[in-house]
């Protein structure tokens, strides 16, 4: 009953804070939010962290990082903001090494470009946004 009790509990608050928005998190002074797994096997339980966010004092989300059951990190990504805009997301690879950054460009507030650089910052790909106005 304990370990039902404590899944419960774990769910409501992977629920409640799965997709934290900015102002949330700033609302609730979140600096880090980990999940943690607990799956049951046969009769043994085993658990893990998941996922852990890491977020600015703004409540602006600065890291993404996912784990395997075996903790090794399959998912790191840190992102970088200028006047509330995000300029820039990075993914490392599994030794903490660049794989890919992605930039973005903004003409007078509104995103306009992105840039997309492998590991050794040669540009990839490039997607550009037009905008048209009524009138």
């Known amino acids: 009953m ?6 419960f509990v774990l769910l ?6 799965s997709a934290q928005k900015p102002k949330e998190a700033k609302d ?7 999940t943690w797994v ?18 600015e ?22 992102y970088q903001y200028d006047n ?11 030794e903490g090494k660049i794989k890919l950054r992605i930039e973005y460009v903004y ?6 470009e992105i840039q997309y650089y492998n590991g050794n910052s040669e540009l990839i790909k490039k997607e550009q946004f037009i905008y048209e106005q009524h009138g």
Do not use: A, M, P, W
């Not at 409501?12 to 804070?17: D, E, K, P, R, S």
């Not at 609730?28 to 980990?34: A, D, F, G, I, W």
């Not at 607990?38 to 977020?55: A, H």
């Not at 003409?107 to 306009?112: A, E, F, V, Y």
């Open 12 to 17: 409501f608050i992977c629920f409640t804070l």
């Open 38 to 55: 607990t799956e049951k096997k046969g009769k043994k339980e085993i658990s893990y962290k998941k996922s852990e966010l890491r977020f």
């Open 84 to 94: 509330n805009n995000k300029i820039r997301e990075i993914h490392y690879d599994k």
């Open 28 to 34: 609730l002074n979140l600096k880090t939010k980990t």
């Open 107 to 112: 003409s007078r507030k509104i995103l306009s």
């Open 57 to 78: 004092k703004d409540g602006s989300l600065i890291q993404d990082i996912e784990f395997n059951v075996k903790g090794d990190i399959i998912k790191n990504i840190s």
């Open 2 to 7: 304990k370990n039902l009790l404590s899944i």
